[in-house]
């Protein structure tokens, strides 16, 4: 392509709307346009790049035998009030778009398809002899985002891949589940891009085990935590660390003590000369359930430790059908307005002890059970601990569970992993932190949504039963735009050779000399039937200008057709070096043909 | 692929929401199913016909030098209000889906794309140096049909390819507007269809110039009207005939006749003794522009003829600044209720006058000039004729404009030509009729867009100029069930080698049978090594099921490793002439390579 016949506009400032690298260089070289908040226009280059890596999606997908197919993004809401998602997605979240057809009919645009897939399922699978089976589908899929931000990273329309395999029970599951970790591994190295496959919280989607993709990167959304041997690797939500040991207490008898102005662990620990780890810290909560009941939770902790929000909410979800809900809308810490509603008296926060004292709750709060305990590991087998006294101003030390205080009824992991914690799957390993972006997702389904549903085969004793199932995504648009962000400079873009929107530009510097115009287009003319993807810059602009914009579009080769063709040369400038050379032209096409394969090969 | 292997689900007995011989087959086939109303999966099958129809097009787009993008389908609301089109698509017409995002932003769902693209050109372009410029992409669209309809004929959601150019001048615009007819002609031609390129209206998407693209058909939902040489082709919507000419009048004086019970053009002949070429014809009609106001529009025609609505709403479009809209929201005969909102008395139906007398109507509609008469081409000569004498029960004889009755202000071509007409455009030809479905549609938008919203450019002569714009759209999921539409049998689909979803299946009869399956799995590895795409049905089924299957889903080419081994040969059956062969298994591979190759170059 001819850059004069391109819609080719560079912009020399940063703009406004952007905040990270990848993001202003994306706009700045005419790669995206926003159209309204997070929804972006392709144009032709990102577009190019877009293909390359649903080209490499699909190589890597149809290798595993998935086949593809097209689902539609129009989906009648009532396959989601099947699956019970319909509330969740449109309202308490905020994550799907809804509309109304002229016919009053309630209609989500898909953010993903699990629901769609499993009418298929049901209505088209009968027999074990149909099974495994796996589909996939690349398109354009859309959520309400509360914030979009960062250009294609969190956008309110972007591609993904998405497929889902039908099984006949976990074995068959994990063996396609082991098949996607490969094929996903393979997608994002064969981008040019590094990664961390961790473990990973499985959020609304649901189902048993469930892995991330996470491409490394400063500008990453996600916390990543890992081991430096490579044994562990997790999301911050998911990560299981193994806390150092409590420091004996010193407090062998229980007492009440006055502890003026000691409402944070820090104060107290200063107060009474202790370790934080000899303190059982209780955090409060409110969880909002679908079906509207309020639940007051009441966390105890370590006092060196935080509580993973993630696992906690998790945790309140696995116990939904005690409070009527089957899932939460809302896990706050409750301000004073929020506490008013079942609080009988001021709750005397930085003071709270274990079990928030009856005479704080109203009447209907205490009898109706909205009120949860729960405990996290790392507090259940402190003795002798310092805990707040339900009074403010004062706390108890020298304190026993089965003692002072019950024993919580759940025992469960709330606790938050941390950079500097022993992994708990190999106490000699400490964990390290890094930036993530999450580009692909795996997830083990099991049956959530086949018995929702109803989608069974039969076995081959002729049994009916539910199909098992699981689900995989890759973000291709967030994909592209994070190897921007993992491979730039201060003058642009630097592509991987693998998905740039051109291997090679050929710039001629003075448009008004006719060698240099003559030989540019014979080898703008002969990359391009050798397979070398190459762009010409032919504008009738300074030469400056068009090794500025080369740069900043960022393709991997600059071939100028300059001083050196007295010599019967060019100069060959690789864009991720900078490593310059003078080639013969006769070799040109040879050589970068050969640079080109070897860098996709690679 | 194997059949084993695949989601592969024919059905028996036609579906009964099905009514056209391709929805019922691409559902029997499994190629498609209904998720919603209009809404539709393509299984994999499909999405490989899909895949290749939309690989057609790139190749064919590409080698016009037009650019390949993607752009959203979330459209921000505002940008439709710059058009001023938003109204009558989400309201008057019920085309575009629209909804509100969780910060109360209103947003349409795409069925076209001229706002956005309008919107980056006017951003983007500045100069004539960049021009001529011209975008395209591959996209689901969205349409709220009224009655969505046979499958992917008329869907809510359906494959697009729409491509937008901008250039300087109408001349530039032409030379891309011809690039397109030959590359729409060439798309269509490789599918393997038959179709005529016709003379369109150009309807919501406006312009100065159209053309559609037909693929012929039964089940097609549009007349074409065409002449046997090929000088002339057109939508009924738009063609234009020059009807026998008028039998002299019998009734050379003026006079008012009482004519009980005449109120159609064929008992009024009878009663009269005349011809329905000596009679005006006087049509009521109401329209309502987008401001709200409505217009009485009182169309006269000659006896024999029939008005064509859609010319009728151009032109009251075309006159909408009159009434102070901008377009007609809805145009229509009205009935006893309608009439009553603006008559002062009931109206003698079938003995109107070319002038509704002004006691007819309330004096607000008299004195708003709410009320247009429009006289078509057919009745403007017309001496001594016969019509309505605003009485009923009676008509008036020997009439002529000018004495009895005043000239209409008005004088268009509201004419319906019909089959049997003589072509206006060349008279010696007789116009035919077919019934044709609509894949294609070019248009000649010139300024309508970038005038509305503000996309301009510098000239040569430094000037700010309106871009001028042409639009062209393909239906990529239409032009595929159009093909089924247009070869099928009573066994199934008949693919066109060109888009089928495989060119070859390979059958064994009886997978028990060790020779016969090695045989088959040779040959499908070979087959596929060379290119040709191959299915192996190796289920354990009759042969007599996968016979019937193969047929139903329409590969051309069968191959089937039965009794012929003994003597080291195969059976080859042609699907399209159900011709079979027998082949020596050495040649299968290349004998069908060539085959495929000589229908894919045809």
Redesign the interface.
């Known amino acids: 392509?001819r850059l004069?016949?391109?819609?080719f506009?560079t912009l020399r400032e940063d703009p406004a709307e952007a905040e990270i690298p990848s993001h202003k260089l994306l706009l700045r070289a005419?790669y995206i346009?926003r159209?309204?908040s997070g929804?972006?226009?392709?144009?032709?280059l990102?577009?190019?790049v877009?293909?390359k890596v649903s080209q490499i999606v699909r190589e890597e997908m149809d290798a595993t035998?998935a086949?593809?197919?097209?689902?539609?993004?129009?989906?009648?809401a009532d396959?989601w009030q099947e699956s019970g998602r319909w509330d969740t997605y449109t309202k308490a979240e905020?994550i799907m778009?809804?509309?109304v057809?002229?016919q009053k009919?309630e209609?989500g645009?898909g953010p993903t398809h699990e629901e769609?897939i499993t009418?298929?399922a049901r209505?088209?699978?009968r027999s074990y002899?149909?099974l495994p089976?796996h589909?996939y589908q690349l398109q354009?899929k859309?959520r309400?985002e509360?914030r979009p931000r960062f250009g294609l990273m969190r956008g309110?329309?972007f591609i993904m891949k998405d497929g889902y395999s039908f099984h006949t029970d976990e074995e068959s599951l994990k063996e396609t589940y082991r098949d996607m970790d490969r094929a996903y591994r393979n997608i994002i190295s064969r981008c040019g891009l590094e990664f961390k496959a961790v473990e990973a919280d499985s959020g609304a989607i649901g189902g048993a085990g469930s892995q991330e993709f996470m491409v490394l990167a400063e500008a990453g959304e996600d916390e990543v935590l890992y081991t430096e041997d490579g044994s562990y690797a997790a999301n911050v939500e998911k990560a299981v660390a193994l806390p150092t040991d409590a420091e004996p207490s010193p407090f062998t008898e229980f007492a009440k003590r006055e502890t003026p102005d000691t409402n944070t662990i820090e104060k107290l620990c200063q107060f009474l000369d202790c370790s934080p780890t000899q303190i059982v810290k209780n955090v409060l909560y409110q969880a909002v359930y679908d079906n509207g009941t309020t639940v007051i939770v009441l966390v105890n902790i370590r006092g060196d430790r935080d509580v993973n929000e993630v696992k906690l909410q998790n945790a309140l979800t696995r116990v939904a059908d005690r409070y009527g809900g089957t899932t939460i809308v809302a896990l706050t810490v409750p301000d004073a307005e929020a506490q008013a509603k079942w609080a009988a008296k001021p709750l005397p926060l930085g003071y709270i002890a274990p079990d928030l004292g009856d005479d704080y709750l109203q009447p209907d709060a205490k009898l109706a059970r909205h009120i949860l305990r729960i405990v996290d590991r790392t507090a259940t087998d402190l003795k002798n601990f310092v805990t707040g006294a339900n009074e403010a101003g004062y706390h108890v030390v020298g304190a026993n569970w089965g003692d002072q205080f019950e024993r919580p009824e759940l025992t469960i992991d709330v606790d938050k992993a941390k950079a500097g914690d022993r992994a708990a799957s190999n106490p000699s390993q400490t964990l390290q932190t890094a930036r993530g972006i999450e580009v692909g997702h795996i997830f083990q389904l099991g049956t959530k949504y086949s018995t929702a549903m109803g989608a069974t085969y039969t076995n081959e004793a002729g049994e009916e039963q539910p199909l098992v199932m699981g689900c995989y995504g890759v973000g291709v648009s967030r994909l592209a735009q994070s190897a921007v962000e993992q491979s730039y400079d201060k003058d642009g873009i630097i592509w991987p050779v693998e998905i740039a929107p051109y291997h090679a530009i050929v710039i001629v510097p003075n448009i008004k000399d006719t060698k240099q115009v003559e030989t540019a287009e014979t080898l703008y003319r002969e990359l391009n039937a050798a397979g070398v993807e190459t762009l010409l810059d032919d504008r009738?602009e300074r030469a400056g200008v068009k090794f500025k914009d080369a740069d900043l579009i960022g393709i991997p080769y600059r071939i100028v057709t300059g001083r050196s063709l007295k010599d019967g040369k060019v100069e060959v400038v690789e864009r991720a070096t900078g490593n310059r050379q003078e080639i013969s032209i006769d070799a040109v096409v040879s050589t970068i043909g050969q640079w080109v394969d070897e860098a996709i090969e690679k």
Not at 4 to 7: E, H, I, K, P, T
Not at 39 to 44: D, E, G, I, S, T
């Open positions: 392509m004069s016949q391109m819609l506009v005419g346009r159209i309204a929804v972006y226009a392709y144009l032709p990102m577009w190019r877009l293909k035998g086949e593809e197919c097209l689902l539609p993004q129009l989906q009648p396959l905020g778009f809804s509309l057809d002229w009919r209609m645009l769609v009418t298929i209505e088209m699978i002899r149909q089976l589909l354009n859309f309400d509360i309110r329309e009738d």
